[in-house]
């Protein structure tokens, strides 16, 4: 439960750059804390490359949130950030999509719940309007997400000393369901595993070739000059996967595994699967099918995928710059900056990858500035817990080369005694972590 006290003047609210899914939980658990919020977000006067709307916490690559089972290290995620009171994960329940053992949304309904709830908080105020520098308000939160504009970027630059890390992260293609060929698809989960909740399109030795063939040939879109291309590797883009070796798309994204053609009874030679992405149904997304290919492209090579002979795209993929700082020299566990402790940083700009990942560093961070608001010291989360570990491993990372990193089982520490059998090993470390989050917040309700 340590922290670091802010020293210095502290005004008596706390401000918020940037209104994604970090910014959006910091600015909830700021406000629910009794302290005013003030929550920038440049859009709709300034867009980016990828968003579509004005919303806030508006999902711009999967519209899945991954898995609710607590056997998951997302399950566990998500189950200590409801513990803490998660505005994203109560606003994705209120507009659920089938999606298996997944928790996958409406993206636009999504957006609208949060955007709604926000506005009509009493203490929070939504202000329209870019931020190019870096302000003196403090207690200030940078949640700017990967997607930070470059005048903020290069003013986040000044301000840690360090230079602007990047990699990039590509967004996968959205089809209209109603033009889709059923009679070539079938719906199932993997294994049987959960609601049958994917539409499959299963591929013979011939037709995953030819598809191989014709992704390897593809126009990609031009990087510049100056830009060296440094993938996620949760995020690699289908290309770059196949340029690894023909069969490499077949044992990653378009694994068989777990499935069976009902017509032939068969496990297919390969499968590509569509997530629904509405509450409707009208719109699936190629699961993993996140590409740089050229938009004419992407129409000639997806449809070889049988069953998309003639899908008509409502997005294409697009791939845009992801930018995060060096966390592990400028950040402690608290996400206050080492520097200068009034200032937090919060979301994939941090270095932790996903949508709930990032939503759960505001949660900490809005908190955190809440608390120094009312002269208290910021505290870090158990490292027993999903939500610590994960802070730990951006705060105190010590390898050489940083990367972007999920919710995992392997960021919690051994149980003791040590536990050979795996899913033991899980079940040990989710009953600590959730012992151990209930005592942080037995805690919390002390002070």
């Given at each position: ?36 919020v003030r929550l920038y977000e440049m859009r709709p006067a300034r867009q980016t490359p990828v968003h ?182 949760g995020c690699l883009p289908i290309e770059e996967i196949a340029a690894r070796g023909r069969e490499a ?199």
């Amino acid at each position: 439960m340590c922290g670091l006290r802010m020293q210095g003047e502290m005004s008596d609210d706390a401000m918020i750059i940037g209104g994604g899914f970090a910014g959006v939980e910091a600015a909830w658990a700021a406000a629910n804390a009794g302290v005013p919020v003030r929550l920038y977000e440049m859009r709709p006067a300034r867009q980016t490359p990828v968003h579509q709307t004005p919303l806030l916490a508006e999902p711009v690559c999967s519209n899945s949130f991954k898995s609710t089972l607590l056997t998951s290290a997302s399950g566990l995620l998500k189950w200590e950030m409801r513990r803490l009171g998660s505005l994203v994960l109560e606003c994705a329940h209120e507009v659920a999509v089938p999606a298996g053992e997944a928790l996958a949304v409406d993206r636009h309904l999504f957006a609208q719940a949060v955007t709604r709830r926000l506005e009509a908080h009493p203490l929070v105020q939504i202000v329209r309007e870019e931020v190019t520098e870096i302000p003196d308000h403090r207690p200030l939160i940078i949640a700017t997400g990967p997607l930070t504009s470059d005048v903020l970027a290069q003013a986040i630059g000044r301000l840690t000393g360090a230079k602007r890390l990047y990699f990039y992260d590509a967004v996968a293609p959205i089809v209209d369901a109603l033009t889709l060929n059923m009679e070539r698809v079938f719906l199932a989960s993997r294994y049987d595993k959960g609601e049958a909740a994917y539409l499959n399109c299963p591929m013979t030795r011939e037709e995953y070739e030819t598809f191989v063939d014709a992704l390897l040939s593809a126009e990609t879109m031009p990087l510049h000059d100056f830009e060296e291309p440094r993938y996620f590797e949760g995020c690699l883009p289908i290309e770059e996967i196949a340029a690894r070796g023909r069969e490499a798309l077949r044992f990653s994204r378009f694994k068989p595994v777990g499935l069976r053609d009902p017509r032939t009874g068969k496990r297919p030679y390969a499968v590509v699967q569509l997530r629904q992405e509405n509450l409707q149904g009208t719109l699936y997304g190629l699961v993993g099918c996140q590409t740089r290919m050229k938009w004419g492209e992407q129409r000639r090579v997806f449809r070889l995928i049988p069953g998309l002979e003639s899908a008509e795209f409502v997005r294409y993929g697009v791939m845009h710059r992801n930018t995060y700082i060096h966390s592990p020299s400028l950040l402690e566990p608290t996400l206050q900056l080492r520097s200068e402790p009034g200032i937090f940083f919060a979301g994939q700009i941090t270095g932790v990858e996903g949508y709930i990942e990032s939503a759960m560093c505001g949660i900490v961070a809005g908190w955190n500035a809440a608390r120094l608001v009312r002269n208290l010291p910021a505290i870090a989360l158990p490292a027993e817990t999903m939500m610590g570990a994960l802070l730990g491993y951006i705060s105190n990372y010590m390898g050489k080369d940083f990367q972007p990193m999920n919710a995992n089982f392997g960021l919690l520490p051994e149980p003791e005694p040590p536990v050979r059998d795996r899913q033991q090993r899980i079940a040990a470390k989710v009953e600590r972590a959730r012992q151990s989050l209930e005592r942080f917040v037995q805690a919390l309700k002390g002070e």
